[in-house]
């Protein structure tokens, strides 16, 4: 199962688009709220979460998504649990895919150490220890970043490939008339 984490004031589109093009992809994929499942986004909108936190289960993680947005991020990277979870993941080799200003967390936890990473300008000192990409989506290994709200589809057609390949994402954007 793929988890991506809402934390109040996270960036809308940085979540939905993705979750969207994954849903129609077939992805397994589950939001998950951080207090409760009510999650407030940065515009204000409300959305429903799958589950939350607490019923999350490491054991069944294949992979996680943090949308950025302000406080968004800040929340996300105070959170132990998700902090546990991400290095779960990094320990396992699982998919981690962040957008916006949330790659600053991994940089803080030093997972981009070697690896090549974009995010949202004016968050690249916090990307310690990776090489900075000039593309709006950059993907290393299992590592998959993005620039902002602006990529929002390539990011999730990006973590679509990552999972089921380009075949995937032809099928799934030619749909969408995503050109």
């Known amino acids: 199962m793929i988890y991506m984490f809402l934390a109040d004031g996270f960036e809308e589109i940085e979540a939905i688009t993705p ?12 939001t998950v709220g951080l207090e409760n499942k009510t999650v407030k986004g940065s515009l204000g909108i409300i959305v429903e979460a799958d589950i939350t936190i607490e019923n999350l289960k490491e054991e069944e993680v294949d992979g996680i998504i943090l949308p ?19 290095k779960y993941c990094y320990e396992n080799n699982l998919l981690i895919a962040a957008i916006c200003a949330a790659p600053s967390i991994l940089g803080e936890m030093g997972i981009l150490n070697g690896k090549s990473a974009c995010c949202y300008p004016g968050f ?3 990307l310690i220890g990776s090489e900075i990409s000039n593309l709006s989506v950059c993907a290393d290994d299992n ?25 995937a994402v032809k099928v799934v954007s030619s749909s969408m008339q995503f050109v």
Do not use: Q, S
């Not at 950025?68 to 991400?86: E, Q, R, S």
């Not at 390539?154 to 390949?165: D, Q």
């Open 19 to 30: 979750l969207d093009i994954l849903k129609r992809g077939k992805i397994p994929i589950k």
């Open 143 to 167: 590592l998959i970043t993005a620039k902002g709200p602006g990529v929002a589809a390539e990011f999730g057609f990006k973590i679509l490939e990552y999972i089921k390949g380009k075949r």
């Open 68 to 86: 950025g947005g302000m406080p968004g991020t800040l929340n996300l990277g105070k959170n132990k649990k998700v902090t546990d979870v991400i």
């Open 124 to 126: 690249e000192e916090k």
